[in-house]
């Protein structure tokens, strides 16, 4: 059974800095994608940003320049740094494995085979 489970995220003032851990474990290849996706109160879940298993990545356009995504396939260990955050940023924030990648770049939560259970970022002004 594969798992994620998501960490480093807390509360920042606006223009600071975070970074998000996504561990994957019970998968022994690396061949997966793994994206990170957000949802705030009252809102729909959003796609934030994906790395594919080559490295190559993508991310939406309200976060790039800000925010980069990384994965130490070793450590079997996806990162989210997030920096110049800003209050519109605030959410829970969840990664999701895409195991047998059918799509590069997937940005639809459907995509994805596995869920973390997410963790809060609150970006206050």
């Known amino acids: 059974q594969v798992q994620l489970v998501e960490s480093g995220g807390g509360l920042v003032q606006a223009g600071g800095s975070l970074r998000l851990s996504c561990a994957v474990s019970g998968r022994t290849s690396t061949t997966y994608t793994v994206g990170w996706f957000r949802q705030a109160p009252g809102k729909e879940r959003e796609f934030v940003a994906v790395i594919m298993w080559s490295g190559s990545s993508d991310y939406v356009e309200s976060v790039k320049g800000r925010f980069t995504i990384s994965r130490d396939n070793a450590k079997n260990t996806v990162f989210l740094q997030m920096n110049s955050l800003k209050p519109e940023d605030t959410a829970v924030y969840s990664c999701?494995?895409?195991?047998?990648?059918?799509?590069?770049?997937?940005?639809?939560?459907?995509?994805?085979?596995?869920w973390g259970q997410g963790t809060q970022v609150t970006v206050s002004s």
């Open positions: 999701a494995a895409d195991i047998w990648p059918s799509t590069d770049f997937p940005r639809a939560d459907t995509e994805y085979d596995y």
